[in-house]
């Protein structure tokens, strides 16, 4: 029983993380159908930033995060500007080979600069919290919390501020929302730096307990889309109940058979969700 | 004899290029491998164009029919259960099935999701692969040396066979990518990539042309696979399956150009490009994996200058005006003169007056051709038709009006098979129709246009129409598509691409396109709306002589001064049932008609000489 109960919590904190970068996802895939197949390779840089800034000024991770933050709202303009603005006609397909490219990119520039050897910011135990006979490591604890908080204001935010209702206008209907003087332009780039951001949080949050390597990107972004189409395109609530899901489905396939098959999971239930369930798991229509 | 001549020319050239392949192959077995190499990815390349360049599906996942044919063989091979030869002969056919089957599986999905479906299931096969012990778990299988040059080993002693055989391979993919471009099956596959649900109207099996090209893709994948495993003799999970290969694969195509039969191999040249880079960074403390910067850099330049790929620059205006050699050649367009010049060289339309316009109840012929009984359709929480029963006689003119919503639009995606009704029955020619699939429903011979006109963008004209045409009917449809093109007045602007046509001239193209088909009921959705009275005229005009001919109409418009001139009898949908039908100026002075119009209807109003609802007609943002 103790043994259900700690791979269940465990399940559900690396979960609501997974539900955290999917909701950066699905900030520009979702919402405005924006692809950014580089978004894993995003949270990997971020990862990195992370590393660098501890190692460098000996902060704690929980100062290291919101600077991490802060640099991906240039990165996140920077790469909306020089790789997506303007895509045409068939945006989807051309930002997706865009995107696919400046993945590939990114990865091999990891590879060069930091090596393959993995950084991690606890190399050898990672402290623990317990409560009872419960035990939890701190940093996917604390990433869980900060996944939740980040998660409840996003979504609150985009209900109730006026800058929420301009996005949610230019999801239901770009035209109309242009005439009524909604500025499209800077919706787009908005949702899309804001995209970034929630990925280098996610990205240094997760860095508290799993180490990166310079290919962990292609892995997020696939857990990423997945998690999005499995709660529903455009419905951030839905993605991070999936994300939950998919975490504790990885996480008990992992516990109660073998983590050879954990890695398998989230494609089996994405091929199951996207085939069967093309609403999502909520069963909610579009935005 | 001379355009014979020219569709040669890039197989003489790729001959030439294999001849000086094959004497730098001889040369060391480094160039041996080079070349190789070059000749199995642009191979693959060409079968990722065939599904994702003229069948529109990205699919990643090609990577699956690579890894599973190198299984089937090395597998075969190191337990001994079948001979290299024999693994070809599973691996192939096998491979060309699952595509099929996967391709139906995964019939909703399109764009990112059917790329990244594809993927996943790829992944999963390299999961299941690296903890299979009988497939050598991750550290692969590797095949015993053989070197005795047999057929059925598949394997030869000296490199350059390898080479030749990849040659073959990739002469062998690009002829079967250029016949498949060029034949009547490419242009419906084409069309269907365009516009799926516009194709399948026009009688095209969408579906299953997707899952064709994927198979015949799959099949050419399955052999290049085939063949680089017996050349290393070693097969892994991660470089059979993974995202490396689907690199190498998906981006040699997407630079060069998907779509165009020469783009993945011009494309290819990445390859020994990257290789060539990989070389010159080994061993001396160089940058690792120097050929992904390349890859992706390449990628992103690329596409950010010519979204079309490389090959797509030949259509730029700057090649055509100064390096014209290079240019597409088009056939000449005649002179854009206006569409009322060309129709007047038609044949005479049969004079049609005003008394003939408006027949006679008695007059009207009265077998039923199109039966709708009783037709549902809820959407989620809107109930979009609440049965719905309409019959539409041979030879007539029906008109449909209704306020917006009310159901019309819906109600010809019942019919014409695009949506299926939850109860009811459609019937023309009283045979059932309402179940069959939209391309089935087509064949039968009901045809439609779309509120704001679907067209196959990429496509031209005359390719639009000739899309239709082949799809009704085996043979070349280039004499049947002039024809339908002449009868609406673009003969002019047959090469034109769809994508650059005016509003009146896609309306026209979609006439046109309808036609084709032979139809015995053409249904027109909002045929007028948004156009000048004179274009409105002309199609007035068209839709007078097509009905001359024996063609039915149901004719939804708003504008009723452009419909009511037409119609034998108009139905009014309102909240998705038909609330009256009959002529026309009994019909729109039904009370109930005028009430779902305007609401309370003061009762003592003097029925006007002109038809009540020609002024009021609601307001319709363009759709």
Redesign the interface.
């Known amino acids: 029983m103790h043994f259900f109960v700690t791979a269940v919590v465990l399940g559900v904190l690396v979960g609501a993380i997974y539900g955290l970068f999917s909701i950066g996802l699905g900030l520009s ?1 979702g919402v405005l159908r924006m ?1 950014n197949f580089a978004y894993g390779d995003f949270i990997a840089v971020a990862m990195y930033i992370a590393a660098e800034i501890i190692l460098a000024t000996h902060v704690s991770l929980y100062v290291a995060i919101p600077l991490v933050a802060l640099s991906f709202i240039p990165i996140g303009y920077f790469t909306y500007v020089v ?1 997506f603005r303007g ?2 006609r ?1 945006a ?3 930002q ?3 995107s ?6 990114l ?3 990891l ?2 600069v930091f090596g393959t050897q993995p950084y991690a910011l606890y190399p050898t135990s990672i402290p623990s919290v317990h409560l009872s006979w419960l035990y939890l490591p701190r940093p996917q604890l604390i990433a869980g919390l900060i996944a939740l908080v980040l998660t409840v204001g996003i979504d609150l935010y985009l209900r109730r501020s006026r800058i929420g209702r301009a996005v949610r206008a230019v999801v239901a209907d770009r035209e109309v929302a242009t005439t009524l003087g909604i500025d499209d332009r800077k919706v787009f780039t908005g949702a899309f730096v804001a995209s970034m951001v929630v990925a280098g949080i996610a990205g240094a949050a997760m860095y508290g307990y799993l180490p990166v390597t310079p290919d962990v990107g ?1 892995n997020f972004v ?1 857990l990423g ?2 998690i999005v ?1 499995l709660g529903g395109i455009g419905d951030l609530r839905g993605a991070f109940l999936a994300g939950i899901c998919v975490g504790l489905a990885e996480t008990l396939t992992a516990s109660y058979w ?1 983590t ?2 954990q ?2 999971v989230p ?2 239930l ?2 199951v969700g ?2 069967m369930l ?1 609403r999502g798991v909520l069963g909610k ?1 579009v935005a | 004899m001379r355009t014979r001549l020219r569709v040669l020319t890039p197989y003489v050239l790729l001959a030439l290029a294999e001849i000086i392949a094959y004497r730098s192959s001889v040369a060391s077995s480094y160039w041996a491998n080079v070349t190789l190499q070059w000749t199995l990815f642009a191979t693959m390349a060409v079968a990722f164009n065939v599904i994702s360049g003229f069948a529109g599906r990205l699919a990643f996942g090609n990577t699956i029919f690579f890894g599973v044919a190198a299984y089937v063989v090395v597998a075969g091979d190191v337990n001994k259960w079948y001979p290299p030869l024999a693994g070809l002969a599973i691996a192939v056919p096998a491979c060309a099935v699952l595509a099929y089957g996967m391709s139906y599986a995964f019939r909703r999905l399109n764009g990112l999701m059917f790329a990244l479906a594809t993927f996943a299931v790829a992944l999963i096969l390299q999961q299941v692969v690296t903890i299979s012990g009988v497939l050598g778990s991750a550290a692969g299988l590797q095949e015993p040396l053989s070197v005795n040059n047999s057929l059925l080993d598949l394997a030869f002693s000296q490199p350059v066979n390898y080479v030749i055989a990849g040659l073959v391979l990739l002469l062998l993919a690009v002829v079967v990518s250029h016949l498949i471009a060029r034949s009547n099956w490419g242009l419906m596959l084409k069309a269907g990539r365009d516009d799926p649900v516009a194709a399948t109207t026009s009688g095209v099996n969408v579906r299953r042309n997707m899952a064709l090209a994927w198979a015949v893709s799959a099949a050419i994948t399955a052999l290049a696979g085939v063949f680089y495993a017996q050349f290393n003799l070693f097969v892994e999970p991660v470089s059979s399956f993974g995202l490396v290969t689907v690199n190498s694969i998906a981006i040699p195509a997407i630079i060069g150009g998907l779509g165009y039969v020469w783009g993945p191999v011009l494309g290819s040249a990445i390859v020994p490009l990257g290789l060539y880079m990989n070389n010159l960074s080994t061993g001396q403390g160089g940058i690792s994996s120097p050929n992904d910067l390349l890859y992706g850099a390449v990628l992103i330049v690329v596409l950010r200058l010519w979204p079309g790929g490389l090959i797509s620059v030949r259509d730029t205006a700057w090649v055509s005006r100064h390096l014209r050699w290079l240019a597409r050649r088009t056939p000449q367009d005649t002179a854009h003169r206006p569409l009322a010049a060309q129709t007047a060289g038609l044949a005479p339309a049969p004079v049609v007056t005003a008394e003939d316009r408006v027949a006679p109840e008695a007059d009207r012929p009265s077998r039923p051709l199109l039966q709708v009984t009783d037709v549902a359709k809820r959407f989620g929480g809107l109930q979009a038709l609440q049965g719905v029963t309409l019959d539409v006689d041979a030879g007539e003119i029906l008109g449909l009006v209704g306020p917006n919503g009310a159901g019309k639009s819906t109600l010809f995606d019942c019919i014409t098979g695009v949506e299926r009704p939850d109860s009811g029955r459609v019937l023309l020619n009283g045979q059932q129709i309402s179940g069959l699939p939209a391309h089935a429903v087509a064949k039968r011979g009901i045809t439609r246009t779309y509120q704001t006109p679907r067209l196959f963008d990429r496509l031209t004209a005359m390719e639009n129409v000739q899309c239709a045409a082949v799809a009704r009917a085996r043979g070349d449809g280039t004499a049947r598509a002039e024809a339908a093109l002449a009868a609406v007045g673009l003969a002019g602007h047959a090469h034109v691409p769809a994508a650059k046509l005016t509003l009146i001239e896609r309306r026209m193209v979609e006439l046109a396109r309808a036609l084709v088909t032979e139809p015995g009921i053409v249904l027109l959705d909002e045929v007028m709306t948004g156009l000048e009275e004179s274009e409105a005229a002309r199609i007035q005009e068209l839709i007078r002589q097509l009905h001359g001919r024996g063609i039915s109409f149901v004719i939804v418009e708003h504008v009723m001064g452009y419909l009511l001139p037409l119609t034998h009898r108009v139905a009014v949908l309102h909240q998705g049932a038909i609330l009256a039908s009959g002529p026309p100026r009994e019909v729109l002075r039904h009370p109930e008609v005028l009430e779902a119009y305007f609401g309370h209807v003061d009762a003592h109003t003097e029925p006007s000489d002109q038809p009540v609802m020609a002024e009021a007609r609601p307001e319709h943002a363009d759709q």
């Open positions: 895939f692809v790789f895509t045409g068939r989807e397909h051309d997706l080979v865009i696919l490219g400046l993945s590939l990119l990865e091999t520039i590879t060069n292609v696939l889309f997945i189409v073998s050879n098959v890695d398998i494609y089996a994405f091929i996207a085939t093309p229509a």
